[in-house]
C-alpha cells in the first residue's frame, strides 16, 4: 500500500529534478555564452537545452565527444562540398541531398535525436553559408565545434548539480518493452519526408546572397526536419506548426521585458523561467509527456526567436522590426512545413507495416 501511493509521487519529483535541471543548465549556459560573447555564442545555450529536454542520463566523455563530433564532422566536412557548389552547383546540391538524407535515415532507424539533429544542423548551416563565403563558413564552424563542446559542458554541470534521481522500485517492472525498431521502409520514408521539408529551403538559401543573415532560420528549418521523422505524420504536420506559434508566443514576451529591463541577469532568468513553462509540458512521470516532442521544439524555436533580438537591441527600432520578421518568416516556414508533410503523405501514405520512432 505504501509503495503504491509513494509511485506517482516519485514519477512527479523525476519530473521535477529534469525540468529543474532543463531550466538551471540552459541559463547558465546562456549566461556564460553571452559574457564570452563569441560569434554565435547562444548556439552553446541550444544545444544545452536540446540534450537537458530528453531524459538521457548524464553524458560521459565519450558520448559528450559523440555529440560534438557528430555536429563538427558534417560541418567540416561540408567544407569539402564547397568547390562543387561553387562551380557545379547542382552536383553540389545533388551531394548535400544524399548527405542530409543520411542524417535523417539515421534518425528515422531509431538513432539518437540528438545526434541527428546535430548532424543535420552541421551541413544545414555550413552549406548554406559557406556557398556565400568560405571564410564567414570558417567562422560559423568554429563557433559551431566551441559552441557544442561549451553546450555539453553545461549540461554535464546540470547533471552535476542535480542528479537523476532513482526510479521508481517497480518501475522496471510495469514499464514498457523498448520500442521496436523501425522497418527498413518506414525509415525510408520518414527520412525522405524530411529531405522534402528540408531541402527545398536549402536550395532556396543556396541560391540567396544574404543567407548569411538567416543562420537562426536554419536551425529552425534543422529542427523541422527532425520533428518530420515521427511515427505519426497528420500530428507531426500539425505540431510543426504548434510548436512555431507556442514559442513565439513565449519569445515575444521575453521580448518585451527585455525592452522594459535590458539586462543579461534578467535575460537568463527569463531563459531559466522558459524552461520551467515549457518543460512541465515536456516531461511527465518517469518519461515524456505524450506531446514532449513538440514543446521541446517549441522552447528551441523561443530561445532562437529572442535571444539574436535581444543581443541586437543597441539599434531598438531595427531590433523590433528583426525580430517580428523573423518570427514571421518562422511562421511562413512553419506552414510550409505542415503542407509539404500532407502533400508527402498524400501521394506516399504510411503502410501497414507498425513502426515505432525514438522520442524527442
Given at each position: 500500500?505504501?509503495?503504491?501511493?509513494?509511485?506517482?509521487?516519485?514519477?512527479?519529483?523525476?519530473?521535477?529534478?529534469?525540468?529543474?535541471?532543463?531550466?538551471?543548465?540552459t541559463?547558465?549556459?546562456?549566461?556564460?555564452?553571452?559574457?564570452?560573447?563569441?560569434?554565435?555564442?547562444?548556439?552553446?545555450?541550444?544545444?544545452?537545452?536540446?540534450?537537458?529536454?530528453?531524459?538521457?542520463?548524464?553524458?560521459?566523455?565519450?558520448?559528450?565527444?559523440?555529440?560534438?563530433?557528430?555536429?563538427?564532422?558534417?560541418?567540416?566536412?561540408?567544407?569539402?562540398?564547397?568547390?562543387?557548389?561553387?562551380?557545379?552547383?547542382?552536383?553540389?546540391?545533388?551531394?548535400?541531398?544524399?548527405?542530409?538524407?543520411?542524417?535523417?535515415?539515421?534518425?528515422?532507424?531509431?538513432?539518437?535525436?540528438?545526434?541527428?539533429?546535430?548532424?543535420?544542423?552541421?551541413?544545414?548551416?555550413?552549406?548554406t553559408?559557406?556557398?556565400?563565403?568560405?571564410?564567414?563558413?570558417?567562422?560559423?564552424?568554429?563557433?559551431?565545434?566551441?559552441?557544442?563542446?561549451?553546450?555539453?559542458?553545461?549540461?554535464?554541470?546540470?547533471?552535476?548539480?542535480?542528479?537523476?534521481?532513482?526510479?521508481?522500485?517497480?518501475?522496471?517492472?510495469?514499464?514498457?518493452?523498448?520500442?521496436?525498431?523501425?522497418?527498413?521502409?518506414?525509415?525510408?520514408?520518414?527520412?525522405?519526408?524530411?529531405?522534402?521539408?528540408?531541402?527545398?529551403?536549402?536550395?532556396?538559401?543556396?541560391?540567396?546572397?544574404?543567407?548569411?543573415s538567416?543562420?537562426?532560420?536554419?536551425?529552425?528549418?534543422?529542427?523541422?526536419?527532425?520533428?518530420a521523422?515521427?511515427?505519426?505524420?497528420?500530428?507531426?504536420?500539425?505540431?510543426?506548426?504548434?510548436?512555431?506559434?507556442?514559442?513565439?508566443?513565449?519569445?515575444?514576451?521575453?521580448?518585451?521585458?527585455?525592452?522594459?529591463?535590458?539586462?543579461?541577469?534578467?535575460?537568463?532568468?527569463?531563459?531559466?523561467?522558459?524552461?520551467?513553462?515549457?518543460?512541465?509540458?515536456?516531461?511527465?512521470?518517469?518519461g515524456?509527456?505524450?506531446?514532449?516532442?513538440?514543446?521541446?521544439?517549441a522552447?528551441?524555436?523561443?530561445?532562437?526567436?529572442?535571444?539574436?533580438?535581444?543581443?541586437?537591441?543597441?539599434?531598438?527600432?531595427?531590433?523590433?522590426?528583426?525580430?517580428?520578421?523573423?518570427f514571421?518568416?518562422?511562421?511562413?516556414?512553419?506552414?510550409?512545413?505542415?503542407?509539404?508533410?500532407?502533400?508527402?503523405?498524400?501521394?506516399?501514405?504510411?503502410?501497414?507495416?507498425?513502426?515505432?520512432?525514438?522520442?524527442?
Amino acid at each position: 500500500m505504501a509503495a503504491t501511493a509513494q509511485m506517482p509521487t516519485t514519477g512527479a519529483a523525476i519530473a521535477s529534478r529534469r525540468i529543474l535541471r532543463l531550466a538551471l543548465g540552459t541559463a547558465l549556459s546562456m549566461g556564460f555564452s553571452q559574457l564570452v560573447n563569441w560569434p554565435l555564442s547562444f548556439i552553446a545555450a541550444v544545444f544545452t537545452m536540446f540534450m537537458l529536454a530528453v531524459p538521457l542520463p548524464a553524458p560521459t566523455l565519450k558520448s559528450g565527444l559523440k555529440f560534438v563530433l557528430a555536429l563538427v564532422i558534417p560541418a567540416y566536412a561540408g567544407m569539402l562540398l564547397l568547390p562543387f557548389l561553387m562551380h557545379a552547383r547542382w552536383s553540389g546540391i545533388l551531394l548535400v541531398t544524399m548527405a542530409l538524407f543520411g542524417s535523417f535515415y539515421y534518425s528515422a532507424r531509431g538513432g539518437s535525436p540528438v545526434m541527428g539533429m546535430f548532424m543535420t544542423l552541421g551541413l544545414t548551416m555550413v552549406v548554406t553559408v559557406g556557398s556565400v563565403s568560405a571564410d564567414v563558413m570558417l567562422i560559423i564552424v568554429n563557433s559551431l565545434a566551441v559552441g557544442a563542446a561549451s553546450g555539453v559542458a553545461f549540461v554535464v554541470i546540470a547533471h552535476t548539480l542535480l542528479p537523476d534521481l532513482p526510479p521508481p522500485t517497480s518501475a522496471t517492472a510495469s514499464a514498457r518493452p523498448p520500442p521496436a525498431k523501425p522497418s527498413l521502409e518506414s525509415a525510408r520514408q520518414n527520412a525522405f519526408r524530411s529531405l522534402a521539408v528540408v531541402l527545398p529551403i536549402v536550395i532556396i538559401f543556396l541560391f540567396i546572397d544574404s543567407s548569411i543573415s538567416y543562420i537562426v532560420v536554419m536551425i529552425k528549418v534543422a529542427s523541422m526536419g527532425q520533428q518530420a521523422t515521427a511515427q505519426v505524420t497528420r500530428a507531426m504536420g500539425r505540431q510543426q506548426l504548434e510548436s512555431t506559434l507556442w514559442g513565439g508566443i513565449g519569445a515575444i514576451i521575453a521580448f518585451q521585458v527585455m525592452n522594459i529591463w535590458p539586462s543579461l541577469l534578467l535575460f537568463c532568468l527569463l531563459i531559466g523561467l522558459a524552461c520551467l513553462v515549457y518543460g512541465k509540458r515536456i516531461f511527465q512521470g518517469a518519461g515524456m509527456h505524450l506531446k514532449g516532442s513538440m514543446w521541446s521544439y517549441a522552447l528551441l524555436t523561443m530561445i532562437i526567436l529572442v535571444t539574436p533580438a535581444v543581443t541586437n537591441m543597441q539599434g531598438e527600432g531595427n531590433a523590433t522590426a528583426a525580430f517580428y520578421a523573423r518570427f514571421l518568416l518562422f511562421i511562413i516556414i512553419a506552414v510550409y512545413g505542415t503542407l509539404s508533410v500532407a502533400i508527402f503523405d498524400t501521394f506516399w501514405p504510411a503502410g501497414k507495416s507498425k513502426q515505432t520512432a525514438p522520442e524527442t
